[in-house]
């Protein structure tokens, strides 16, 4: 919660304390409990102005949709055709109506969160105290990054896993993921008799993994997004801000966002990609075989 005193500290600093270099603490500060374990820390605080600012701005500019569209809505659209020219060869054209809102959404969300980490005040605004020499320690900064928090990057995490597991039932169905993760996946009729019960049995074996290492991409993904979010932070605080740091921050934040969403997009493709692939095979074999 604020203090008072610590408050003060602030003030003072803002006149006349230099802002003393320190790590940056990996876990949220709490800045209102709530009572009964809720509480609301400065990472969700950013998460939430962000988007409401985000949501204000799309309809602001873009307004109501129109058959001719005005500037900015073009600009918009052409955003969406890039996204879409990027992901649909992923995902595969049966789900990628489903599965697009959620990707566009994503990258746009975790892009914007990434970058408000470089706004001014940010990480270095709050409560704390001027030491003997002067120096202003900050303790609870009131603004933070809403993915340099490893809860909220979990949270996105698994808002990416439930909605592969509900896309990929929906459009590919158990008997092809079950066929994905455990079926023998060499040809029959090229594999030798005495060959083919062995590779089954390998494929069993490696599905068991692939269930395993399935079951770890919340974890990925959520460390591989904190980890580069929370050491840039902790960077531009251990170097005084240089200017150069914020150009590779941008740069970092745009990548990881890129990546976050592209393997969101993979795993959707993995199976549903897969299934359109064994259709388009079926429906060609049932040309060939009709003429």
Request: glycine share 10%; net charge negative.
């Amino acid at each position: 919660m604020f203090n008072a005193k610590q408050s003060l500290g602030f003030l003072a600093a803002l006149t006349a304390a230099p802002l003393a270099l320190a790590e940056v603490d990996a876990k949220a500060t709490v800045l209102f409990d709530l009572g009964g374990g809720w509480s609301i820390t400065n990472s969700m605080l950013t998460g939430w102005v962000v988007s409401f600012a985000l949501i204000a701005l799309i309809i602001w500019v873009i307004g109501k949709p129109q058959i001719l569209p005005t500037k900015s809505q073009a600009v918009f659209e052409s955003v969406l055709e890039g996204l879409r020219e990027l992901f649909e060869p992923i995902v595969g054209k049966k789900a990628f109506p489903a599965v697009f809102p959620l990707l566009v959404t994503l990258f746009i969300f975790i892009l914007l969160q990434n970058w408000s980490g470089l706004l001014p005040g940010v990480g270095t605004i709050g409560n704390g105290h001027v030491d003997a020499a002067g120096a202003f320690h900050l303790t609870q900064p009131w603004i933070r990054p809403f993915t340099a928090d490893f809860n909220s990057t979990i949270a996105l995490a698994l808002i990416s896993f439930g909605a592969w597991l509900i896309i990929i039932f929906k459009y590919a169905g158990p008997k092809l993921i079950l066929w994905d993760l455990f079926g023998n996946k060499a040809e029959k009729s090229e594999t030798p008799g005495w060959l083919y019960p062995v590779l089954s049995l390998v494929f069993i074996v490696v599905g068991f993994i692939e269930v395993f290492s399935i079951s770890i991409r919340p974890f990925t993904l959520s460390v591989r997004l904190f980890g580069n979010v929370f050491g840039g932070e902790n960077l531009l605080h251990g170097t005084g801000f240089i200017f150069v740091f914020y150009f590779m921050e941008l740069l970092v934040g745009l990548i990881q966002a890129t990546v976050f969403t592209l393997l969101s997009a993979v795993y959707v493709g993995l199976i549903c990609n897969h299934g359109d692939d064994h259709e388009h095979a079926h429906d060609a074999d049932k040309a060939n075989a009709h003429h």
